[in-house]
Every structure is written in structure tokens, then in C-alpha cells.
């Protein structure tokens, strides 16, 4: 069964960092590529950052580029998310997942984590 369990958001004042983490569950990670989602109120879901299965970024976002960063670790089924310079704008909920698996519905998600940048 495919599960992703998200962690790490919180609370950050602008210009602050947060790593997100993701741990998939239930497909071969080592196979697929990866991507980071996030979601604010009142918006559809959008598409951030990906990594392929070799760690190659790919699909980055012009609102995060050059702020957050992607990576994966295979030995530990996980993907990050590093973020810096936080703004308001980047408050949401973050979500992971594989994007081959978002085409063929029903598409699972995780619970996400919420990030939220404020003063």
C-alpha cells in the first residue's frame, strides 16, 4: 500500500529555514522519481521541485528557485526538502510524492506537514 508520511514543518519568521522530510512507503523508491507539492488555502495543489531516481532536479518552481532545494537519500527511503529565506507567500501545506504515481487516480497522498512563515 502506498503511504508517505511528511515532517518537519512548523512556525518560521521571514528569512528563516525549515528541512522537510518524507518517508514513502509501499513501491520501490530507488525507482522513481520524486517530488515536493505544496498547497495554501484557497489554491489547487502545485508542483515545486522534483528529483529523478539518479538525484537530478528537475521541475523547479520560479517562486522557490534558488531558495529550496531537493535531495534523496536511498539508503534511508527518504526525500528532504531544504528551505531557506522563507516569505509568507511560501506558507502552506508541504506534501511529497511520486509524480508517476499522481497520473492514475485514486492518487494517495500523505497527511503533509504545514508550514507556516509569519512574523
Known amino acids: 500500500q ?16 525549515l528541512r522537510l522530510s ?3 512507503s509501499g513501491f520501490l523508491f530507488t525507482s522513481k522519481a ?8 484557497g489554491k489547487e495543489r502545485e508542483k515545486i521541485i522534483g528529483i529523478d531516481n539518479i538525484s537530478y532536479t528537475f521541475g523547479i518552481a ?13 539508503n534511508k ?17 508541504y506534501y511529497c510524492n511520486a509524480p508517476s ?6 492518487v494517495v ?3 503533509g506537514t504545514q508550514v507556516t512563515v509569519a512574523a
Open 101 to 106: 504515481l499522481t497520473t492514475v487516480p485514486p
Open 62 to 74: 520560479d517562486s522557490v528557485s534558488g531558495r529550496f532545494f531537493i535531495s534523496r537519500d536511498d
Open 77 to 93: 527511503n527518504t526525500v528532504y526538502l531544504q528551505m531557506n529565506n522563507l516569505t509568507p507567500e511560501d506558507t502552506a501545506m
Open 22 to 24: 518524507c518517508v514513502p
Open 109 to 111: 497522498w500523505g497527511q
Open 34 to 41: 520524486m517530488a515536493w507539492y505544496r498547497q495554501s488555502p
Open 2 to 17: 502506498v503511504r508517505f508520511v511528511e515532517s518537519g514543518g512548523g512556525l518560521v519568521q521571514p528569512g528563516e529555514s
